[in-house]
Nanobody
Framework: QPQFVESGGGLVQVGGSLRLSCAVS????????LAWFRQAPGKEREGVSC????????DYADSVKGRFTISRDNTENTGYLQITSLKPEDTGVYYC?????WGKGTLVTVSS
């Protein structure tokens, strides 16, 4: 069973930055879209960004364009989400996803 383990979340002030990681085992990401989702308290889970491993194309939600960057370390089968210029509305649990698999998430809290 593939495993996705997110890390890197934490408490950060408005305007701060974090680098989230998603370590994947048991599944080669080469033919998938590695995606990040987030779920704010009391809200539905929403897509944040996706990296298509087949052609390295990326996509971002309008709310994070210019502030978030998705990437991958091919050798380590790990995905990353660099998040900058954080806003209070970025608070939530961030999940990585590929195929039909999800991690358990990492919490990002932005304090104002």
């Amino acid at each position: 069973q593939p495993q996705f383990v997110e890390s890197g979340g934490g408490l950060v002030q408005v305007g701060g930055s974090l680098r989230l990681s998603c370590a994947v085992s048991g599944l080669r990401l080469d033919y998938y879209c590695l995606a990040w989702f987030r779920q704010a308290p009391g809200k539905e889970r929403e897509g944040v960004s996706c990296l298509d491993m087949r052609d390295n194309s990326t996509d971002y939600a309008d709310s994070v364009k210019g502030r978030f960057t998705i990437s991958r370390d091919n050798t380590e089968n790990t995905g990353y989400l660099q998040i900058t210029s954080l806003k209070p509305e970025d608070t939530g649990v961030y999940y990585c996803h590929a195929g039909s698999y999800w991690g358990k998430g990492t919490l990002v809290t932005v304090s104002s």
